[in-house]
């Protein structure tokens, strides 16, 4: 049985005023499912509980009712977080940084290696179109620029669940293009996405799966294709046509469906397509320019292309955790023995000789105090072995 990635049954969230009486309710009943590798929109008007939705599948809020679990867990367990990414509405982001030490510092809080952090840095930073920019400070950057990075950081831990909300808010027809371009390449690579967003041609271009909320009720969901198929209606397309031509299509249909053609028109082309060439070719012919340039190629570590490679990976990592790092070998105690020293052990005692005394005046002045003779240390020796040797007896004869 597949788990999804999010789950929620029944999920309800009530505020409620200072004397903690049922003011607000944000999300009532709501029911969702977001499986692996799917792009899902989370769509409605201001006050539809969209914000407060990710607000519990963050962790942050608590929900008053209902389940919810992510990758088949609570939201607040931290494992779970650690395999999140999230870029907020604003970007919450020290001004005084500049963009190489905003990822940096991002890379810390996943306890992320240095030399980790700093391949994924220039990486995301060439993904984004930053490179050329991670000098300044990201209080000089723009709101565009500022949302790129803001997806940038929300990519440094490689997570398998993203969270993004409003992620073309303030970005250009450009900008916009390649966020939506990545979104479907990261979900084509595996990864879980959770778009909000109020722009619905940009949930229609990138979204598999969309739920529309009102009042903080799922009023309709389902595939974006079904739901924007007209049913009622019948589309040919074909190359430019002479009007006679259209005219005997239009009396067979009079002829054989009893029916007329609604309008016969020539297809029009995006002003987003349009925009996009005029911006390419200037790009060719080297227009300088202050705003970020043209992103780059997606990182590898962001996940493979197919779930072969993604299990490999995953296994690979398994296997890493599992081995200990190496450090020094702690040597253990080995526990006195309750009985008397070995005969082996005494025998080297009584055979023990004392170190020889070395002759000459210089010596004598080294040490003061010569060492003793071979007899008075072969005394000392059977002192203590007869001590040892007592001790048996003794507590023998205590516990009699």
Not at 74 to 91: C, W
Not at 137 to 153: C, D, T, V
Not at 295 to 323: C, H, I, K, Q, T
Request: charge should be negative.
């Amino acid at each position: 049985m597949i788990i999804p990635v999010v789950q929620t049954v029944g999920l309800t969230k009530l505020f409620k005023d200072f004397w903690r009486r049922a003011k607000v309710e944000a999300v009532k009943n709501l029911n969702l499912e977001i499986h692996r590798g799917e792009v899902f929109g989370l769509l409605g008007p201001n006050g539809s509980g969209k914000s407060t939705t990710i607000k519990m599948l963050l962790g942050l809020l608590y929900p008053t009712r209902g389940q919810i679990a992510v990758f088949g867990r609570a939201p607040t367990d931290v494992a779970t977080k650690a395999r999140i990414g999230f870029l907020p509405e604003e970007s919450y982001l020290y001004r005084f940084l500049n963009a190489r030490e905003t990822l940096d510092y991002y890379g810390r809080l996943f306890h992320l290696p240095s030399h980790v952090r700093r391949e994924r840095t220039e990486r995301l930073l060439e993904m984004v179109g930053l490179k050329h920019e991670a000098r300044r400070r990201l209080g000089e950057y723009s709101k565009g620029m500022a949302r790129r990075i803001g997806l940038a950081q929300a990519l440094i831990n490689d997570p398998d669940f993203l969270i993004l909300d409003e992620p073309t808010t303030g970005l250009d027809p450009i900008g916009t293009r390649q966020i939506k371009d990545l979104i479907r390449e990261l979900g084509n690579r595996g990864k879980t996405i959770l778009l909000s967003s109020h722009l619905l041609a940009d949930v229609e271009d990138v979204c598999d799966r969309v739920s529309i909320l009102y009042g903080g009720q799922q009023r309709q969901g389902g595939r974006v294709k079904e739901l924007l198929r007209q049913t009622e209606r019948t589309q040919i397309i074909a190359p430019r046509l002479a009007p006679e031509t259209i005219e005997r299509i239009r009396n067979v249909i009079r002829l054989e469906e009893e029916k007329d053609l609604i309008e016969v028109s020539s297809p029009a082309e995006r002003l987003e397509t349009i925009f996009l060439r005029i911006v390419h070719e200037a790009q060719v012919a080297n227009v300088a320019t202050s705003g970020a340039r043209a992103s780059g190629a997606m990182p590898d570590f962001l996940g493979p292309r197919d779930e072969g490679e993604a299990l490999v990976d995953e296994l690979v990592r398994a296997a890493d955790r599992r081995v200990p790092e190496p450090g020094p070998v702690e040597v253990a105690e080995v526990p006195a023995a309750p009985t008397g020293p070995a005969d082996d052990v005494l025998e080297s005692l009584l055979a023990r000789e004392p170190e020889p005394v070395r002759d000459g005046s210089e010596a004598e002045e080294e040490k003061p105090a010569p060492p003793a003779g071979p007899r008075e240390a072969i005394e000392a020796d059977r002192s203590v072995i007869d001590s040892l040797l007592s001790e048996p007896d003794k507590r023998s004869d205590h516990r009699d």
